[in-house]
């Protein structure tokens, strides 16, 4: 007798797309494609700061694509949790040692695929959102200055995409005075979900109906993230524009998609040349972020 689809396994599979832009000198990005975790880190604190500390979150995260943890929920959200805090203390420790990288920092975005539920870990303005049943839902809240401005009512969403202060992230991981603890969140899984995890080179030019319909639209992963990233620049972003895209299918719809046979994960790590896009599963990227004196931005 079948089983249901509620009691079938999800497969996961993932790629990711990165591109310096138009304005920065290197891509300070970095991201992480697997096939039981999706990460983004967004880099901030100078040409090396960002790239640094990005590259140390993905770093600090990448156990969790291959630890054996028994399908435990619980255990994953603690181990996310973990990951975070260690990325924490280890983008710390190395900018109080190189005094070059004093003030760097990085953002954090992760979902993993565990016994049928998601979960996500998420500091900082990445954003990831969810395509379910051809609606896409932002699952994160930005660690920002606007959105603190937007939640209590003083601007409107509209406002804030041109708001002075936009760049102003209020959590993030790194050398600042600042609560480092990610939120965590467990949702049920739903085969046919599609993410996308984003850095606000992405999000922060392209309108939510954008996204949406582009992710509706293009069932191919490479192309989706190629077209999104595309899509950034052209729209005027000055930042460097990264894309995870995953889908969630069982075992026997996986033709269904077009999708490549998952290989190793793709990772992009910060340190890439001027331009760089990874397709597919190979290898990770990295995003940029600038601190203040007060407050990181990027």
């Known amino acids: 007798m079948p089983k249901s689809a509620a009691s079938q396994p999800l497969f996961l599979y993932s790629t990711t797309v990165s591109d310096v832009g138009t304005v920065r000198a290197n891509n300070q990005d970095s991201s992480f ?67 070059k990288l004093a003030g760097m ?31 896409l839902s932002r699952i994160t809240c930005d660690h920002s200055y606007v959105q603190h401005l937007i939640n209590t009512g003083r601007i409107t969403p509209s406002e804030a995409k041109n708001h002075p202060q936009r760049n102003v992230v209020m959590r993030v991981l790194g050398d600042f005075d600042i609560d480092p603890r990610p939120d965590i969140s467990v949702r049920r899984a739903h085969p046919a979900d599609r993410w996308l995890l984003c850095s606000d080179g992405l999000c922060g030019v392209l309108e939510d ?25 052209r729209a005027g972003s000055t930042d460097n524009v990264t894309a995870v895209i995953a889908d969630a299918t069982l075992a026997l719809d ?36 600038i601190p203040p004196p007060s407050a990181p931005q990027h």
């Open 105 to 135: 920092g990085t953002t954090v975005t992760a979902v993993a695929l565990v016994a049928g539920y998601w979960v996500i870990a998420h500091i900082g303005d990445s954003r990831a959102y969810l395509l379910r049943d051809g609606r």
């Open 209 to 233: 109906s954008t996204i949406e319909e582009t992710m509706t639209t293009l069932s191919d992963q490479g192309e989706c993230a190629q077209r999104l990233v595309q899509m950034a620049l």
């Open 33 to 99: 494609a697997g096939e039981h975790l999706i990460a983004m880190c967004d880099g901030m604190g100078g040409h090396a700061g960002g790239d640094t500390a990005s590259s140390i979150a993905i770093r600090s995260l990448a156990h969790i694509e291959q630890d054996d943890t028994g399908g435990n929920v619980e255990t994953i959200s603690r181990m996310m949790e973990t990951s975070v805090m260690a990325a924490h203390d280890a983008i710390v420790g190395k900018a109080k040692r190189e005094r």
């Open 254 to 289: 996986a033709d269904a998609f077009d999708l490549p046979h998952q290989t190793p994960p793709a990772v992009i790590l910060s340190r890439l040349p001027t331009s760089s896009t990874s397709r597919w599963l190979p290898r990770p990227h990295c995003v940029r972020m």
